[in-house]
Every structure is written in C-alpha cells, then in structure tokens.
C-alpha cells in the first residue's frame, strides 16, 4: 500500500520559513515524478514544485526563487523548503508521486502565513 505523509505545516508570520516533508512508503520516492501542490479556499489546486527522477525540477511562477524542492533517497522523502512567505501562500499542500498511470496524493498538510 503506497502512503504519502506530509508533515511540517503550520502557521508562520509573513517572511517567515517553513520546511515540508513529505514521507512516502510502498514506492520509491527516487523511481517517481515527485512534486507538490497546493489549494487555497475557493481556488483551484496548483502546481508549486516538481523534482523528476532524474533530478530535474521545475516551480510555479508564483514561487520561484523562494521555495525549493528536494528528495533524499535514503529517507525515501521529498522536501519543500518554503521562504520568504506570503499570505498568498496559505493553502493545504499536497504531496503528490506519478509514475506512467500510477498517481498517488498526500493527505495534505496546512500552511498559513500571517501578515
């Protein structure tokens, strides 16, 4: 059974950092496209961050140059290091994995930044 486990959320004040992770179990974090989304109220859900498996990785507009992703294969986790926050980056963060037609999703983890 494949699990994604977020963890790390949390309310910050504005310009504040965060550091998401992402604990997955039944697959290999270094096999899958990695990545992580987020949904804020009323919006639609979002790409913030993607790490292919070989090691490629691409960020929202929104977020480039603040947030990094990042995987460390022994732990078999994905990071998402969240600076310079934003009220605009409130939203629950999903982790999600993809492999062909195989895709799984995190349960999500809450993020709000004050200001």
Do not use: H
């Not at 604990?23 to 913030?48: D, H, L």
């Not at 310079?84 to 799984?104: H, I, Q």
């Amino acid at each position: 059974q494949v699990q994604l486990v977020e963890s790390g959320g949390g309310l910050v004040q504005a310009g504040g950092s965060l550091r998401l992770s992402c604990a997955a179990s039944g697959i290999s974090v270094s096999q899958y496209t990695m990545a992580w989304y987020r949904q804020a109220p009323g919006k639609q859900r979002e790409a913030v961050a993607t790490i292919t498996s070989g090691g490629s990785t691409n960020y929202g507009f929104s977020v480039k140059g603040r947030f990094t992703i990042s995987r460390d294969n022994a732990k078999n986790t994905v990071y998402l290091q969240m600076n310079s926050l934003k009220p605009e980056d409130t939203a629950v963060y999903y982790c999600y994995a993809g492999l062909f037609t195989r895709r799984y999703w995190g349960q999500g983890t809450q993020v709000t930044v004050s200001s």
